[in-house]
């Protein structure tokens, strides 16, 4: 086979050898390898700033809240020497001495250094999460600590407040004081720990979380529906009226998509308020009476509304995409072999529809899970979505780890719907227009 | 086949004073009146735009008649739902359901007539036998390529034995070998079923391959109806000789009438003898046609007309040799020389004689 490139061979000997040569010896896959190499090298650069501006932009930031809420240095940054010294307590009783000594002058040295971000308090904080009423117990003690001048600390610690004779609040500081702790998903799961350190459901009054996600689903959901119901008739006129008609309707569909979301919002304000249009045309017309005016905002309602309008058009654009490439012969077709106009519609139209309905409701439902603004401006408190809540532990009460917690659980459970939804409709087949 | 006139009484499908306008101020259809025996096989033919589709979309009841009246036997059919009117239908894009599988897209219509299972599938496979696509059952339509999508589109057309068949440009789409030889499948699956077809087209070697009888289309009126020979050999006014097959055009004004035949006198002055087919006066303009075949060139033997010529340029097509030359002024004058041993020598710029028979040249509306 060595004759095998010689061109002046009349026998094709090529057939039997396993390897494509060119003409040159060389061994075919290497040199397409090499001349296509410049091109594949030229695709690559165009795609390096998007690659860039995404692992900036997205990959870093939401690695760096999956990483949050799994990490916290209140503690370390607070009482380095303490938090290495109770961790090796039995938690059985108190502390010995040796610990108390440490937690004394940890929370002195930090007093006295005043340095933003590891003071007493902010240990008082994170404890205070876990153990409610820990927060002023910590504060003073940066101060109290002060009076005691010489040892045993154990001693005269104890005798300054008999709470730190509660060997819960020890365990809670064992707890906290480790940089790495699963507790901000407890806490985002309702959870807590009992005086035995047993997982358990928060009081009744602190579980708003769970509720929370099943409420931010399931209205996701109906929003979703009702999005679908909308937009399939729209869909369809859109994509069998003449043109100039449909661009019309589409310009009208649009408009609210050029609008800003949060003049569209306030506008179903004005609209849906007690003292608003639609209360007064029901009033006028004597439906209800001037005291029994219908709550539409402020609620579920109100969230409801104003998230299916700012929405549609993500439901709009992909069915008429794929609406618009079925040619009208398949119903003409289906009709002429003996179907009724339903029937056709059913059997014929609208399963090949499913693409874009997959892709609408996708859209819809995972940007309706993630909404932020309009539940905010309209939802009132029943309204609220989870990202309200993980914006107000990000900006009102700074625990950022929960907040962190609470964002990877979204995102955890988007994936998942994803991951369903593909393997019930394959991803592969949505069209998104 | 019937290819005499069908008269109103034994006619299956009937279109009586039929108008269509979709905007109210252009008639797309103008007063149709068309008899289709049972069993006949008429093809629409005509440009785009000339009323073929539209007067089939009447007939399938996708788009209203504006005026006049459709029957089927007997019945007028202007106010049935196209579901109703059990016609099967075969269209240009074969609109084949892209998300059922072969036999699902044949047993849809048995499916929703109800018919049992079983003699649904022995349908079904009859149907898929008939174009030999027996093997092709479970594949989906993206599967298989333009032709076989065809045969299919096909099989769905008659799996429920309609007695009329509507075929809109169904063999557009393909190549013109895979065209030609579905010309003749229709062909003969026609003649074997012996349903009745109504096909519309744009292509005229489609048309003249399988119809008993054309309706020649333009601007909303049929300006012709009849025999694929008779179109050719006698059209009846000078679009139809235009649209038919190639054809050389010289204009003139009559000058004679005598019975059939009339004397016209053309634009360079001489003159030649023409059947009259549709001028009535004298001195009325006039279009003469004359197919390129039946052009003499250097005519031994004795022609009614007898005209100078000059060469203009040869085209060897093999079979024949296209020769355009420049007669009595008209310098896109073809006339086609059979490719013979006796190869004739002729060369660009050479003058000649050309002639022809009086029969063969046709005095039609100018």
Redesign the interface.
């Known amino acids: 086979m060595t004759d095998s490139t010689n061109v002046t061979d009349n026998v094709p000997s090529s057939a039997t050898d396993e390897r494509l040569l060119t003409t040159d010896g060389v061994p075919l896959k290497q040199k397409l390898a090499q001349t296509t190499r410049r091109m594949r090298m030229r695709a690559f650069m165009l795609t390096v700033p998007l690659v860039l501006f995404l692992v900036i932009s997205f990959v870093v930031p939401i690695g760096q809240m999956l990483f949050r809420s799994v990490h916290n240095t209140a503690g370390t940054d607070v009482a380095p020497n303490f938090a290495a010294a109770i961790q090796k307590w039995n938690g059985e009783g108190l502390p010995s001495e040796e610990v108390f000594e440490l937690f004394a002058k940890d929370i002195m040295a930090s007093q006295k250094r005043r340095e933003i971000g590891k003071t007493p308090g902010k240990l008082g904080t994170r404890v205070n999460y876990e153990f409610p009423g820990s927060l002023s117990l910590i504060k003073s003690a940066a101060r109290k600590f002060k009076k005691i001048k010489e040892g045993p600390y154990k001693e005269a610690i104890l005798k300054q407040n008999k709470k730190w004779a509660n060997p819960t609040l020890w365990r809670t500081l064992k707890r906290v004081t480790r940089d790495y702790s699963p507790s901000f998903y407890y806490a985002a799961l309702d959870l807590k720990y009992d005086p035995d350190e047993n997982l358990v459901a928060a009081d009744k009054i602190y579980q708003i979380y769970v509720s929370n996600f099943w409420k931010t689903l399931r209205l996701s959901a109906i929003i979703t529906f009702l999005c679908f119901l909308l937009a399939f008739p729209v869909s369809y006129l859109l994509s069998t009226l003449p043109l100039a008609t449909s661009n019309l309707l589409m310009i009208l569909v649009l408009l609210p998509f050029w609008t800003s979301l949060l003049v569209r919002t306030t506008a179903w304000i004005a609209i849906l308020q007690s003292k608003g249009i639609i209360n007064n045309i029901l009033v006028f017309i004597g439906i209800i009476s001037d005291e029994n005016r219908v709550q539409l905002i402020y609620n579920q309602t109100g969230t409801i509304f104003a998230m299916v309008h700012i929405l549609l058009p993500f439901m709009i654009l992909p069915l008429y995409s794929v609406m618009k490439t079925i040619p009208p012969s398949y119903m003409r077709a289906a009709r002429s072999m003996g179907a009724t106009p339903f029937t056709a519609f059913r059997r014929v139209y609208f399963p090949q529809t499913l693409p874009g309905i997959a892709a609408g409701t996708l859209l819809v439902f995972i940007l309706a899970i993630g909404y932020y603004i309009t539940p905010a401006l309209v939802g009132g408190a029943d309204g609220i979505l989870i990202s309200n809540l993980i914006a107000n532990h990000i900006q009102k009460t700074l625990n950022w780890s929960l907040g962190a917690a609470l964002g990877t659980i979204l995102l955890v459970t988007v994936m998942v719907l994803y991951w369903i939804y593909n393997k019930l409709v394959g991803i592969d087949k949505l069209s998104f227009g | 086949m019937a290819s005499g006139n069908t008269s109103a009484d034994n006619a299956y499908v009937r279109f009586e004073k039929v108008q269509k306008s979709y905007d109210g101020e252009i008639l797309v259809v103008k007063d149709l009146n068309l008899n289709i025996a049972k069993g006949e096989f008429v093809t629409m033919l005509g440009p785009s735009g000339s009323g073929k589709t539209t007067c089939l979309m009447m007939l399938?009841?996708?788009e209203p008649a504006t005026n006049g009246e459709i029957y089927i036997g007997d019945k007028s059919i202007n106010h049935i739902?196209?579901?109703?009117?059990?016609?099967?239908?075969v269209?240009?894009?074969y609109?084949l359901?892209?998300?059922m599988s072969i036999g699902e897209n044949l047993s849809?219509?048995l499916e929703?007539?109800k018919m049992n299972k079983t003699d649904s599938e022995k349908a079904v496979k009859r149907a898929l036998d008939m174009v030999q696509m027996g093997d092709f059952i479970n594949r989906r339509p993206a599967q298989l390529s333009g032709g076989q999508q065809q045969r299919i589109a096909l099989a769905?057309?008659l799996v429920?034995e309609p007695e009329l068949v509507?075929m809109d440009e169904p063999l557009g789409a393909l190549d013109k070998q895979l065209r030609e030889r579905m010309q003749y499948e229709i062909k003969h699956i026609h003649e074997n079923l012996g349903v009745t077809i109504v096909y519309v087209t744009h292509d005229q070697s489609e048309a003249l391959t399988m119809s008993d009888r054309i309706a020649v289309f333009n601007d909303g009126v049929i300006q012709q109806l009849s025999s694929a020979e008779s179109l050719y050999e006698h059209p009846q006014n000078a679009f139809v000789a235009q649209f038919i097959g190639e054809n050389n055009e010289l204009h003139g004004i009559v000058e004679e009438i005598e019975d059939d035949t009339c004397t016209v006198k053309l634009t360079d002055g001489t003159t030649v003898k023409a059947e009259k087919v549709n001028v009535d006066n004298i001195g009325d303009k006039t279009l003469l046609s004359l197919r390129p075949e039946r052009v003499e060139i250097d005519p031994t033997g004795k022609m009614d007309a007898l005209l100078k010529g000059r060469i203009e340029e040869l085209i060897y097509l093999g079979d024949h040799i296209r020769v355009r030359m420049n007669v009595a002024g008209n310098d896109e004058f073809i006339a086609k020389v059979r490719n013979r041993g006796d190869k004739r020598d002729l060369k660009e710029g050479q003058s000649i004689n050309v002639g022809w028979a009086a029969s063969d040249c046709k005095a039609l509306d100018g």
Do not use: D, S, Y
Request: proline share 15%; net charge positive.
């Open positions: 399938a009841g996708f739902p196209p579901h109703k009117r059990g016609i099967g239908m269209f240009q894009n609109a359901f892209p998300h849809f219509p929703v007539r769905r057309a429920f509507l």
